[in-house]
């Protein structure tokens, strides 16, 4: 759908045991996902950014397929209109 593409992941580290990933999408909007890093993580990065970045895209989704609906139901007719004799 136009503008609702990534364009860009962003991670940061939010004190000692956060990572944050950002999704900066076309149309300017920024969905941001979160993982408190577990002790089992400590030693692996590339795991924390896997997890912050399924976080953000969790909610990219559940944003995306609102959108989606809300496309949908802007086409079907009105219920009144469905059941006129």
């Given amino acids: 759908m136009k503008g609702y593409n990534i364009l860009e992941e962003l ?4 004190g000692h045991r956060t990572m944050a990933c950002v999704l900066v999408l076309e149309n300017g909007y ?4 979160t993982h408190c890093i577990d002790m089992i993580d400590l030693i692996n990065e590339d795991r924390w950014k896997q997890k912050a ?32 004799k």
């Fill in 53 to 84: 970045f399924h976080a953000a895209y969790d909610k990219y989704i559940e944003m995306k397929n609102a959108v989606d609906r809300q496309v949908l139901f802007d086409y079907l007719p009105e219920r009144s209109e469905l059941y006129v």
């Fill in 11 to 14: 991670y940061v580290s939010i």
């Fill in 30 to 33: 920024e969905i941001t996902g």
